[in-house]
């Protein structure tokens, strides 16, 4: 052991000198194509016997810090409180790098036996491409990550036939001549022998997920409820699928045409804007915002006191004309901005209730829809989809817009209504979209920061409208 810590500490003190010349002075801007990836690969193969003595050493670590008697254990003796925390500090490594090193550790630290010597590792073939170098932290987690908890299920000889072939896998000495395998390719191959090995283990494990699942509210705090928590894997691929479907804009779908009657051009071309600003996760929770809007008006959810879930959203009416001051959803503390509501109310439905100065109710309206399912199916034949160039959400996931707001006394008609996806619905206000109704046909105009010269232009994603459209050009 102590020859190999002196040739630790010269390599490293001539890598620190090579590296230091090489890079220090930007050469590598002048290096060739194949110099950079060769580079790469050194590196990368450095990297992988540099991982084998952290892995190593890890395991050693865990395993001298696992006895009964705590003052004795190697973290104890040096002031630690657990094994991660003595890694980070000879590391200065993040927790998250400790714990991945004390997770691969686990399939390939070797064991002692009673008279002191050593017992082979779990998974010795892979132990084995890990010290030449062939295998790093990430395909070691690949491996011992799903073949590692069912040792205790699956015969041990089993489980040396698939780390024997995984390993051959890594180093690309296979049966099949292919070239040694990537992580994400060796995780892959190590799930499918896990199933074909653990045939008793789905069931464990589906009880295990069972008590995992579930999804917690927070407390509003900066406008804003924290969600946490763990899907079943189901449920994440089908809100993943909703995701794509609702948050990945098509690029070409808003197309523009010229209404019968108005001048050659006018309106034509430039129709595919593409432009959302939106990260990823804004994209997720506008998606999830749309599927609950979906669910909760598709009149198949279980009813509450007689009447299908709904969000209420109290807000004065001089507050909603003025937009400005602030609205109250019932079960959430922290009030909301009256534009909230106002989208709110847009979609769906409102009741007018009136009270005196002295807090007495003195009239309840009754509940108006905003807009009835006929309305609806004729908008929808009308436009598409989101009237928005670029957005691409089908009129099943959109909501039906008032073009005058329905508080400023715009009418519930075909003829003020157009069919918005949820982001662009919410935002239509201070997004730089402005639409209008030009004798029943929506027009959109586009922020100038989209368009040097915004123009207006009708818009539809009708196949039946463009399809005469076509039949009128020809």
């Known amino acids: ?26 050469q590598i801007l002048a290096a060739s194509d194949d110099q950079v990836v060769r580079a790469l690969s050194l590196a990368a193969e450095l990297q992988r016997l540099t991982d084998a003595v952290l892995v190593e050493s890890v395991g050693e670590v865990s395993r001298r810090s696992s006895g009964p008697d705590r003052d004795l254990r190697l973290t104890a003796r040096r002031g630690c409180h657990d094994v991660s925390e003595l890694v980070q500090r000879a590391t200065r490594m993040g927790p998250a790098s400790a714990a991945r090193l004390q997770r691969g550790a686990k399939g390939v630290a070797l064991g002692e036996s009673l008279s002191g010597g050593p017992l082979p590792a779990l998974l010795p073939a892979l132990r084995s491409a890990l010290l030449e170098g062939e295998v790093g932290i990430d395909g070691l987690i690949a491996v011992s990550g799903p073949l590692e908890p069912m040792s205790q299920r699956v015969p041990l000889e089993s489980l040396r036939v698939a780390d024997a072939v995984l390993a051959a896998e890594a180093c690309g000495t296979g049966p099949d001549g292919a070239p040694p395998a990537c992580a994400d390719l060796l995780r892959v191959q190590a799930q499918v022998w896990a199933a074909a090995l653990d045939q008793d283990g789905a069931e464990p494990k589906e009880q295990q997920a069972m008590r995992m699942r579930g999804v917690t509210l927070g407390v509003a705090r900066d406008g804003v409820v924290p969600l946490r928590g763990s899907l079943l894997p189901e449920v994440a691929a089908q809100f993943q699928r909703i995701c794509d479907a609702i948050g990945s804009p ?13 001048g050659e051009g006018e309106g034509e ?34 009813t509450i006191g007689g ?32 534009r909230a509501a106002a989208h709110v109310g847009c979609a769906g439905v409102i009741q007018r209730v009136l009270l005196g100065d002295n807090g007495r109710i003195q009239r309840i309206g009754t509940e108006e829809r905003v807009f009835n399912r006929h ?35 715009g009418p519930t008609h075909t003829d003020n209504g157009v069919l918005l996806c949820w982001n662009h619905h919410r935002f ?3 997004g730089g979209w402005q639409i209008r109704m030009n004798r029943g046909v929506p027009e959109v ?25 076509v039949a009128r050009r020809t």
């Open 375 to 409: 309305q609806r199916r004729a908008i929808a034949l009308r436009d598409g989809g989101c009237i928005i160039p670029g957005c691409g959400v089908r009129a099943a996931w959109c909501e039906i817009h008032h073009v005058t707001d329905h508080a400023e006394g």
């Open 428 to 430: 239509i206000d201070h």
């Open 445 to 469: 105009k586009a922020p100038p920061w989209i368009e040097r010269n915004p123009r207006w232009r009708p818009v539809t994603t009708s196949r039946t409208r463009l399809l005469d459209l």
């Open 269 to 302: 071309g430039d129709s595919g804007f593409a432009d959302d600003p939106r990260t990823s996760a804004q994209k997720r929770h506008d998606a999830l915002a749309t599927a609950l809007s979906v669910a909760a008006s598709s009149e198949q959810l279980p």
């Open 1 to 26: 052991m102590e020859a190999l810590l002196d040739h630790l500490e010269g390599a490293i003190e001539q890598a620190r000198a090579h590296v230091t010349q090489a890079l220090g002075d930007g």
């Open 250 to 262: 098509r690029v070409g779908d808003g197309v523009s045409f010229r209404p019968e009657g108005e």
């Open 307 to 338: 009447a299908a879930p709904t969000l209420v959203i109290s807000v004065r009416a001089e507050d909603l004309v003025s937009d400005t001051g602030w609205a109250h959803v019932d079960g959430i503390d922290e009030p909301v901005s009256a």
